[in-house]
């Protein structure tokens, strides 16, 4: 017998625009881990990022209608939760510093200083997402994180392929500007 569990997201996603709502809560269990994770990264915010999360998928529940298939539905809930992100992120206007999102986990490492260094990488680079433009930041979340390719940026964000190059080029220029100035080695 096959379970929700084990259904293809293809097959949930299926259901769940017939209105079964038990093959949209598993969609939501599969997919909040990569939602909360880019609206962490986006905000600093450990609370505002399962928040968003929640919003995410609300929205996607009440537009599930609206769900073209045109990509992935993966694709589909990021670019919601990637707007959702952007429009608190205008609302807040503000800059956060890194907190430790409980979700990460970090390289066990046999060199004593290695788990330190790391740790310190990451909370610089999350303090450094935090100075980019927000389109750059979401493109740089979208690509060095979920490892998505410019395509798939492209279509999750609905822009030119041109535009999400330039985005993420223009981040990590900045980025190595930041690492230089902080000292960071290759």
């Known amino acids: 017998m096959v379970t929700a569990h084990d259904e293809p997201l293809e097959q949930l996603v299926a259901r769940a625009t017939g209105g079964d709502r038990d093959a949209f809560s598993e969609i939501a269990r599969r997919l909040m881990k990569p939602v909360v994770a880019l609206a962490y990264r986006m905000t600093g915010d450990r609370d505002a990022s399962f928040d968003l999360a929640q919003d995410t998928f609300v929205s996607a529940w009440q537009n ?26 205008k ?17 066990i490492s046999t060199e004593p200083d290695s788990a330190l260094v790391k740790e310190e990488l990451r909370r610089g680079v999350l303090e450094f997402m935090q100075s980019l433009p927000e389109q750059q930041r979401l493109v740089f979340n979208l690509r060095f994180y979920r490892e998505l390719t410019f395509e798939e940026i492209a279509t ?27 000292g960071w080695r290759e």
């Open 64 to 89: 599930l209608g609206g769900y073209r298939g045109e990509a992935g539905f993966e694709s589909w809930v990021l670019r919601i939760a990637g707007n959702k992100t952007l429009n608190h992120l």
């Open 91 to 107: 609302a807040e206007r503000r800059t956060v510093t890194g907190y430790r999102f409980d979700g990460e986990t970090a390289e």
């Open 156 to 182: 999750v964000l609905d822009k030119a392929i041109g535009t999400v190059k330039t985005n993420y080029r223009e981040a990590v220029k900045k980025l190595r500007v930041h690492a230089m100035e902080k």
